[in-house]
């Protein structure tokens, strides 16, 4: 119940960066198709979203290589741990 929570009140940015930062935390980087299917969006909805946070500097996207893997960086760590901190009581 509370992840359908969390998914209804957190938007697809945020929703993103937190599937990226679990997956990097498992094997280093995450998938394009990954978060798509994670999201059930299309190609054109989930490069718009990861557009946004590459322009923020909280991922790194590898595209020269396909299938194309997705970096959290130190600043998007950074911002999930905060967000994390802000919601321990």
Not at 39 to 64: A, P, W
Request: hydrophobic share 35%; proline share 1%.
């Amino acid at each position: 119940m509370v992840n359908l929570l969390l998914k209804k009140y957190l938007n697809n940015n945020l929703k993103t960066l937190a599937k990226i930062h679990k997956l990097s935390k498992e094997k280093g980087y995450a998938y394009y198709s990954e978060i798509e299917d994670y999201l059930n969006r299309g190609r054109n909805q989930v490069s718009t979203i990861l557009s946004k946070l590459e322009t923020d500097d909280l991922i790194r996207r590898e595209k020269e290589n396909r299938p194309q893997r997705i970096f959290i960086t130190s600043r998007g760590r950074n911002l999930i741990q905060a967000i994390a901190n802000e919601l321990t009581f």
